[in-house]
């Protein structure tokens, strides 16, 4: 056997001509550094910690980091830029404050999704309000099974205790990114159809509609903020407790029966409610 030669590690940015692609990764890394402080020759007035949230600002918005991806840790950007660790701290609130990114604790410092408008003025699926915005949405059906109804789901079914329903699991995702974990609860009188389903091929509302002949007119949701728990977290890779949008709506058909029951998580960092409002000048108020 050979003897083994222990070597040093080499710093990212020596010069190595064995390694062309890291050693013109770190080049890049070092001239925009270097433009960063020329930059901030030309207008000391900004505070420093202006200047370099500027700089990160502006490598995020031309797609450096997508989203989702983890920044550098912040010893190594405190480095790079020549600042003390408060500084760079400081520079981060600011793109936080921004939305641009997001901090989970014990992870690192993420490049934050876009968020999401919804207008809950409107009967439209969720993937429909992503899509109808020029997302790229893709859907991932994670279960499709039998199961007893817990009390919520059994009772805007109109179902009685311990009912059997049929649960179907999706993950929808923009960009590849997880955008929202969502269980549809339907009654085991339309479970035969919805298990042999290929959702991967049609929708839930086409089922339902071409299949079925059930049409939903019309529906009743409620919004609520929460912590997401451990199963959750994992799907829509946040960390467990990380606040979120819980949405609980029940769909009914013409005939005024409750068809489907969906229960939605949405991290709270890519959902944004919205509402159009008039203004109602014989009452003085807004509709």
């Not at 600002?57 to 989203?67: M, T, Y």
């Not at 179907?168 to 997880?178: D, I, K, M, S, T």
Request: charged share 25%; net charge positive; with cysteine.
């Amino acid at each position: 056997m050979g003897s083994v030669v222990a070597v040093a590690p080499k710093s990212p940015f020596s010069r190595d001509p064995d390694r062309s692609g890291a050693g013109a990764v770190a080049t890049h890394w070092r001239l925009r550094v270097l433009e960063h402080r020329q930059g901030s020759r030309v207008n000391r007035r900004l505070p420093r910690y202006h200047r370099i949230a500027d700089a990160l600002r502006q490598r995020i918005r031309e797609g450096e980091w997508v989203p989702g991806a983890p920044l550098p840790n912040q010893r190594r950007l405190a480095r790079d830029f020549g600042v003390t660790l408060m500084t760079l701290r400081q520079a981060l609130e600011l793109l936080e404050r921004d939305d641009l990114i997001t901090r989970r604790h014990g992870l690192g410092t993420f490049v934050a999704a876009p968020s999401i408008d919804y207008e809950i003025t409107k009967l439209r699926r969720f993937a429909t309000d992503l899509s109808a915005q020029g997302e790229a949405v893709s859907t991932r059906v994670l279960a499709v099974r039998p199961a007893v109804a817990d009390h919520r789901a059994g009772t805007a079914l109109g179902l009685g205790p311990r009912a059997r329903v049929v649960v179907l699991e999706r993950l929808r995702l923009v960009g590849g990114h997880p955008m929202s974990l969502q269980r549809s609860f339907l009654p085991a009188r339309l479970g035969e159809e919805v298990l042999h389903a290929d959702f991967a091929e049609t929708t839930l509302s086409q089922l339902l509609e071409f299949k079925l002949g059930i049409v939903v007119v019309r529906a009743r949701e409620a919004v609520s903020a929460v912590r997401l728990g451990g199963r959750e977290a994992r799907e829509l890779a946040c960390a467990p407790g990380a606040p979120a949008f819980e949405s609980e709506r029940v769909s009914f058909d013409a005939a005024g029966r409750p068809v489907v029951f969906d229960r939605a998580f949405i991290p709270g960092d890519r959902f944004r409610i919205t509402r159009d409002l008039h203004y109602d000048a014989a009452n003085g108020a807004h509709a």
